[in-house]
């Protein structure tokens, strides 16, 4: 109890620092390497590749205990056995996820797409069309928005450079939306970039950049429906070179990360309006990292700093950093479910 009171004291007097919160790895089956998470209602879904020939895919289910089981999944392609997980999302039933894997003369990434259920999920084969052929681009982020879920990623602009490129679900098949004449075309003024999406009311929002007279620019669009009537937004306070690397929504509230002449930026949009969150910690963060999406409302964002994993979290106007004991490296992707953070850095997921 004298230790204790004592260390109050110091803490007080700020002498005597609190530990750093301990997170503690998950333990996945042998082979498993994860590349990804994705909530599943208050549980957490772990995209994996398996050590093997062939490398297959595979998607782990986590829950509020930390115990893991498999989902399975069934591949129905050559290509589709091969794949990472580029994006997966869940509405907490319905799960969507993106493979992709490099292959073919030109070693061009063959897409595959995967929709199911924790029952199981299954590669649904498209037509080399849909995501392949002379104008493709890459997909980066898959939504599952009310009214039909929707792929993002670039294609071809008839104009310029690759336009910000939309798909929509028919059922099992997919088709790309014309984006000329939209908010998401280039042309040879501004050039349009998408890094991330998430489902927003019963559209979708985009997060990104436009790179327009020598300037990035911070952008998101959003839709009010079915993948179409595209809006884009400059985010405010956004320096000379900003751009938005993920996104994601609670409800009417959305979130953005991404970086403003080269340190952490963050944005939350309430009531409509999008403002930049001030006084962040200036963590260095490059245009071309992949920051994690926020983790709530309040725009909480896990990030590494220089290798080590911090949360960086606000209370008021005044913005902590704490770092977290255990994850080392760059934190590629962070869920929370309920009151736990899982958190993906290095190859490892941690829990706390």
């Given at each position: 109890m004298r230790v204790l009171l004592v260390c109050v004291l110091l803490v007080l007097l700020g002498g005597c620092a609190p530990e750093?919160?301990?997170?503690?790895?998950?333990?996945?089956?042998?082979g498993a390497r994860p590349v990804l998470l994705a909530g599943y209602g208050g549980d957490v879904l772990i995209g994996?590749?398996?050590?093997?020939?062939?490398?297959?895919?595979?998607v782990?289910?986590?829950?509020?205990?930390?115990?893991?089981?498999e989902i399975p999944v069934r591949g129905e392609s050559p290509y589709g056995l091969l794949a990472?997980?580029?994006?997966?999302?869940?509405?907490?039933?319905?799960?969507?996820?993106?493979g992709g894997e490099r292959g073919g003369a030109h070693a061009n990434v063959r897409w595959s797409v995967w929709t199911g259920t924790a029952a199981g999920i299954t590669e649904k084969v498209q037509g080399f069309s849909t995501f392949g052929g002379w104008g493709a681009g890459e997909l980066v982020g898959a939504a599952l928005a009310s009214s039909t879920p929707v792929l993002v990623g670039s294609w071809q602009s008839a104009k310029a450079g690759l336009d910000v490129a939309v798909w929509t679900a028919e059922g099992d098949t997919w088709a790309r939306r014309d984006s000329a004449g939209t908010e998401l075309e280039s042309d040879r003024r501004t050039l349009a970039f998408a890094n991330?999406?998430?489902a927003y009311g019963k559209g979708a929002l985009i997060g990104g950049m436009r790179l327009t007279d020598g300037r990035e620019i911070a952008m998101v669009w959003q839709?009010?429906?079915?993948?179409?009537?595209?809006?884009?937004?400059?985010?405010?306070?956004?320096?000379?070179?900003?751009?938005?690397?993920?996104v994601r929504c609670w409800g009417a509230v959305c979130g953005a990360a991404g970086s403003v002449d080269g340190t952490l930026a963050l944005w939350r949009m309430a009531d409509g309006v999008w403002k930049r969150l001030p006084g962040t910690p200036p963590i260095p963060v490059k245009d071309s990292d992949k920051l994690a999406p926020p983790l709530d409302e309040h725009v909480t964002q896990v990030v590494s700093d220089n290798g080590q994993v911090k949360i960086v979290r606000a209370d008021g106007d005044t913005w902590t950093a704490n770092p977290i004991s255990g994850?080392?490296?760059?934190?590629?992707?962070?869920?929370?479910?309920?009151?736990?953070?899982?958190?993906?850095?290095?190859d490892k997921v941690w829990r706390g």
């Open positions: 750093a919160p301990a997170f503690s790895a998950v333990d996945l089956p042998a994996v590749r398996r050590d093997g020939h062939p490398v297959v895919p595979g782990l289910r986590a829950n509020e205990d930390g115990a893991v089981s990472k997980w580029y994006a997966i999302d869940s509405d907490g039933d319905r799960i969507l996820a993106v991330s999406v998430t839709s009010a429906a079915s993948g179409t009537g595209w809006t884009g937004t400059p985010l405010p306070d956004a320096g000379k070179l900003a751009v938005v690397s993920s994850p080392s490296g760059t934190v590629t992707s962070a869920v929370r479910a309920g009151d736990r953070i899982y958190v993906l850095a290095g």
